[in-house]
């Protein structure tokens, strides 16, 4: 089974190592896949792994994250009303059926 390039990164963490390892075609070919692998962000845009760093320091990361927090948050404000509202209900029930009881 073939090492992940992140494994061969952590032999390569020595000084002037890398140059040696990258002159290697196949590990430069690994690498430069890796790199160009495209992840999530958690702002929900497909980034390359590469520029990751770089985007969650732009302004679409920052708008995009501001809007999900805000989408979040009304999100638990509905929440919350909705859960009020059916505990109201729920009590008025109780309170009809105790006194069907009597």
């Not at 963490?13 to 430069?32: I, M, N, W």
């Not at 770089?54 to 999100?75: A, F, P, T, V, Y």
């Amino acid at each position: 089974m073939d090492k992940s390039p992140s494994e061969d990164m952590k032999k390569v963490s020595q000084k002037g190592v890398f140059k040696k390892y990258y002159a290697d075609p196949k590990f430069r070919e690994k690498h430069l896949a890796y790199m160009k692998t495209k992840i999530p962000c958690e702002c929900e845009k497909m980034v390359t792994r590469v520029n990751l760093n770089r985007h969650k320091k732009s302004h679409i990361h920052k708008d995009r994250m501001k809007k999900l927090n805000q989408l979040e948050q009304d999100k638990m404000k509905i929440y919350s009303s909705n859960i009020k509202e059916l505990t109201e209900k729920i009590l008025k029930l109780l309170k009809e059926k105790e006194n069907e009881l009597k």
